[in-house]
């Protein structure tokens, strides 16, 4: 059982693993990349002398959005929208650093609460599949193989189903981080928030932090893909 688990477990060794090879080394290479920009700019202090949460609550200000709260959250980037509360969370790093990494990171988040003001479509399908995006992940990889070993092609079936869900909340994700890194860097020359010469270095800090959403996307796909190949293989 545990030979048949290594080789056929969905994110284990076994037939067609070749698929994820390359997403996880750009998964690898995006999460030290993040962290080298992070660490990089958040030495270059902004000319301005805005904290992240002064950016922050001067984004949603000029933009109506008020009622928004902007508030600390512990950890290292941990930063966050809540849609539903409609609260921006800013890690301590960002919500007090003055530097163009923390102003970066705070204008970002302040995107997706100017996507969720004004319904921006891929935003509300990402909010509408994140119930199943998490069966999916979770529970969709188990059910494919609970359906593997004990020869049941509907649980297979199944777990793809969801699984495929998990995939959909991974790639829709993209437009939705990429367009709130478009409107961060706007936001923040528009607002006067930075200098002109500075924006360049806060965009390389949400360009890296892009790379992490691709890599999932990808990741996922190339999971989603393996599931397929394998379950055929059964037929």
Not at 53 to 68: P, Q, R, T, W, Y
Not at 133 to 143: E, R
Request: glycine share 8%; proline share 5%.
């Amino acid at each position: 059982m545990a030979e048949l688990l290594l080789y056929y477990y969905p994110f284990g060794i076994g037939p067609y693993f070749y698929l994820i090879i390359p997403p996880l080394i750009l998964a690898l290479y995006a999460q030290w990349k993040v962290r080298s920009a992070f660490r990089q700019y958040s030495r270059v202090g902004s000319l301005k002398g805005y904290s992240g949460a002064e950016a922050a609550a001067s984004i949603l200000k000029s933009h109506g959005l008020g009622d928004v709260r902007v508030e600390e959250i512990p950890g290292h980037l941990t930063d966050h929208y809540d849609p539903r509360e409609k609260v921006l969370r800013l890690s301590t790093d960002v919500y007090h650093g003055r530097s163009l990494a923390a102003l970066g990171i705070a204008a970002h988040e302040a995107g997706h609460a100017l996507q969720h003001a004004r319904g921006y479509v891929p935003m509300r399908v990402r909010s509408a599949v994140v119930p199943v995006a998490g069966l999916g992940t979770n529970g969709g990889p188990y059910l494919f193989l609970a359906g593997l070993i004990f020869n049941l092609p509907v649980l297979m079936d199944i777990g793809i189903i969801l699984f495929a869900a998990a995939t959909l909340f991974y790639v829709v994700t993209l437009p939705v981080e990429y367009n709130a890194s478009s409107r961060a860097i706007q936001t923040l020359r528009n607002e006067a928030i930075i200098l002109e010469n500075e924006k360049e270095d806060a965009r390389r800090v949400l360009s890296a932090a892009a790379l992490t959403y691709l890599a999932a996307a990808l990741m996922a796909a190339a999971q989603l893909v393996r599931l397929i190949l394998l379950r055929n293989r059964r037929d």
